[in-house]
């Protein structure tokens, strides 16, 4: 009995050793993550951490921060390697960002922005309806949380400084679906993608909300690399999120993130959020 | 029955029960209320701490405009905490410096931007900020049983905003229910224990006086004169008490007035027996004297001066002899049954002799048939009733006179509204030469008393002012 416990612990530190031995050969890959899908589920990324630490053969850290903007900025100043942004800030960083890839929601590269409001508002039918109301955003830098919406008012000659009574960001997309069935807020702009994998989590928050319009598909948000990553290890990392769906777990992974695998896209896809970005941006 | 005819046995104990459970309800009240005032201080010294917290915590969002940071903070203790604990505020509000809503915890009660002064009475709000650094009791109560705490929110020493924390005495309920359960089932632990022991120390009170009065009963029972037939006394042991007394003071009264009858009754029997003896010695040799005067008169030598002192003699010793005559009271043979008219002769006689006085008689005789009673004697009794009554009536006064037959009996009830006899006197009325009257012989109800007697019949008399009564009962004879 004590000999085989002893045996057991000898085998577990030659383990630990090889892996310790093997991360400090390869440097550590940091991956900034963003709220563009639910990225506060801790234990799901302990385990998505693991897959991809066994599929790189490398130490993984993913790197969280509450704006997108201070993802984006981490990435391009070198900080970060790779990082799920949203499509706005990519088409304004195209050039120091490469895509790497872009995740399938039901069977497309593609999502949209809802326009949500309570359940209990059934009037509301469009953002127009909602002029001297409290209206959430998530985040200045998203696309469909904040560029869509902002983009449909100017259409209609209005800013949402003037438009509304009270705009503010939650600084996540799962917290505008908060804000908006608690009814702090009576609309709110939401990824499309979070609001509908919501939908199935426990929990129960989109019920309070009622979503009132669909956007036009834009390109999904992608997983970028800064443009100066050692190729090799860009498309390694790729082939890592790619081949999720060739194994069990990636696929319980993918599953878990209500995708249904990454794809490595095209640079097109975002286009009409550049176009967007383009009539929106003051001067 | 109602509670006051209750017994003491039952009544005491029910009383010191009652007093204990007062006692009991006043204490647990008494704890109740203090246990209340606890749970308000540890209800402002949490919203204290709570608030004090909270409001550092809001210093960045409110001077980063972060809204949602700020709802994030308000909703914390009122979404985080455990549900049920009464130290939970119900609602978190922020009002900025224009006290219009920033944010709260319940956006549909009170949305963003809303004023301040529609949901919370702002004057009360400003009074407790400037008060703050007081102390003391940080709440106020709105309208509709609602505690707002009150924190500033403040940064550099300027005021960013209100922190309102609100209670709802409903919170207090479970709490104050529970403590409430605890109190009452301490009390009635107490209960169960003191009022067994009160309930027996009420009985050992009450028993003595049970005891007392049971036995008053019984006494009171066995001497009265005419128990109440068995009826069903109310009333609790004092009561009865105070009743049995009543009744053998009323039966020891009414057998003092026995007694003294008794008394009289023997004195004017040895006074009969006396008068007798005296007369009977008397007469015999009173016979004879006047036998002997008879016999001198007859054969005597016609001596005038002689001839005058023996009828001198003889008139004296016919006067001892009429008052010896008087004072023993025979029945008289050869006298005839009592008829109606005889009574009426009594009337006509002493009409006769009342005229002077123009007394009016009130004249009853409800006799229709001859009664075996001795006509002379019934006569006398009621001459000497009536001859008394006109002297003492006054000129304009009223005589009552009515004789009838009632249970077997003769009864003669003769009444005056004269001048009445004093107490003292009446003691003494039927006695022989009683009554120091210069009309009278002093011995006309001691004749009357004779008679009575004789005839196995009884007298009474009653007399207050105004009235005097005298009444006669006399027994009619059995039939053979």
Request: proline letters at 5%; one cysteine or more.
């Amino acid at each position: 009995m004590e000999r085989s416990r002893r045996a057991i612990l000898a085998a577990l530190g030659v383990g630990a050793w090889a892996l310790a031995s093997k991360s400090r050969a390869q440097p550590m890959l940091r991956i900034g993550l963003t709220a563009v899908f639910l990225d506060d589920e801790i234990r799901f990324l302990l385990r998505w951490r693991a897959y991809l630490e066994q599929r790189l053969a490398r130490k993984v850290e993913f790197v969280q921060r509450g704006r997108y903007r201070e993802t984006v900025e981490l990435l391009r100043e070198g900080h970060l390697d790779a990082a799920w942004i949203c499509g706005f800030p990519y088409v304004r960083f195209r050039s120091e960002l490469r895509l790497l890839a872009v995740p399938l929601f039901e069977g497309k590269p593609l999502y949209r922005s809802y326009l949500i409001v309570p359940a209990a508002d059934a009037t509301t039918r469009s953002i127009l309806d909602l002029r001297g109301k409290v209206f959430a955003f998530s985040d200045p830098d998203s696309n469909s949380g904040f560029l869509y919406p902002s983009y449909v008012l100017r259409t209609s000659q209005e800013r949402p400084e003037t438009f509304f009574k009270r705009a503010f960001f939650t600084w996540a997309h799962r917290k505008v679906v908060d804000a908006v069935s608690t009814r702090l807020a009576h609309g709110g702009s939401v990824d499309g993608y979070v609001w509908e994998t919501l939908r199935l989590a426990p929990g129960r928050l989109t019920e309070g909300t009622r979503v009132v319009s669909k956007s036009p598909e834009f390109g999904h948000p992608p997983i970028v690399v800064r443009a100066n990553l050692a190729p090799e290890l860009a498309r390694d990392l790729r082939d890592a999120f790619t081949g999720m769906t060739k194994d069990t777990e990636g696929r319980a992974l993918l599953a878990s993130l209500n995708l249904d695998g990454f794809a490595p896209g095209n640079e097109r896809l975002f286009d009409s959020i550049e176009a967007m970005w383009r009539i929106v941006q003051p001067g | 029955m109602s509670f006051r005819d209750l017994s003491l046995s039952v009544k005491i104990p029910i009383r010191v029960t009652a007093l204990v459970l007062a006692t009991a309800f006043a204490v647990t009240l008494t704890l109740l209320w203090g246990e209340y005032e606890e749970l308000r201080r540890d209800l402002a010294n949490s919203s204290a701490s709570l608030g004090g917290l909270l409001a550092t915590s809001l210093v960045a969002p409110l001077t980063h405009d972060d809204l949602w940071r700020a709802f994030e903070i308000a909703r914390a203790p009122v979404v985080g905490a455990a549900s049920g604990s009464s130290v939970t505020p119900r609602y978190v509000a922020i009002l900025d410096a224009e006290r219009r809503v920033y944010v709260s915890s319940d956006p549909v009660r009170f949305p963003y931007g809303a004023r301040g002064e529609t949901a919370f009475p702002l004057d009360r709000v400003a009074s407790m900020l400037q008060g703050e650094a007081g102390g003391g009791n940080r709440f106020i109560e709105t309208g509709d049983g609602d505690l707002v705490s009150v924190t500033a929110v403040t940064a550099d020493g300027v005021e960013l905003g209100v922190l309102l924390l609100g209670y709802s005495n409903a919170q207090f309920q479970p709490r104050y229910g529970a403590l409430a359960r605890r109190a009452i089932l301490g009390t009635a632990g107490v209960l169960v224990l003191l009022l067994p022991l009160s309930w027996l120390y009420a009985r050992r009170t009450a028993a003595p006086l049970v005891r007392f009065a049971r036995e008053m009963e019984r006494i009171g029972r066995r001497s009265a004169h005419a128990p109440e037939s068995g009826a069903e006394t109310h009333g609790d042991e004092l009561a009865r008490v105070e009743e049995s007394f009543r009744r053998m003071v009323a039966a020891i009264e009414e057998k003092e007035s026995l007694e003294r009858q008794m008394v009289i009754a023997d004195r004017l029997a040895a006074i009969g027996r006396l008068a007798a003896g005296v007369a009977h010695e008397i007469n015999n040799p009173l016979g004879g004297m006047l036998n002997a005067l008879s016999t001198f008169r007859r054969h005597g030598r016609g001596d005038p001066m002689a001839l005058r002192t023996a009828a001198l003699l003889e008139r004296g010793l016919l006067q001892i002899r009429d008052t010896v005559s008087a004072l023993l009271v025979e029945a008289k043979a050869g006298s005839h049954p009592l008829t109606p008219e005889d009574v009426e002769d009594a009337r006509m006689l002493a009409l006769t002799d009342g005229m002077a006085r123009s007394a009016r008689l009130s004249w009853r005789n409800d006799l229709q048939e001859t009664l075996a009673l001795p006509s002379t004697l019934v006569r006398q009794i009621l001459l000497n009733l009536l001859l008394n009554a006109e002297h003492a009536v006054r000129s304009d006064g009223e005589i009552e006179c009515r004789v009838h037959c009632a249970d077997g009996s003769l009864r003669i009830v003769v009444r005056n509204d004269g001048a009445h006899i004093p107490g003292e006197r009446l003691r003494h009325l039927f006695e022989p030469f009683a009554v120091e009257d210069a009309d009278g012989s002093g011995l006309g109800l001691w004749v009357t008393y004779q008679i009575v007697r004789e005839l196995g019949g009884s007298i009474a008399v009653q007399s207050v002012p105004g009235n005097t009564e005298f009444d006669v009962c006399l027994p009619l004879p059995k039939a053979a």
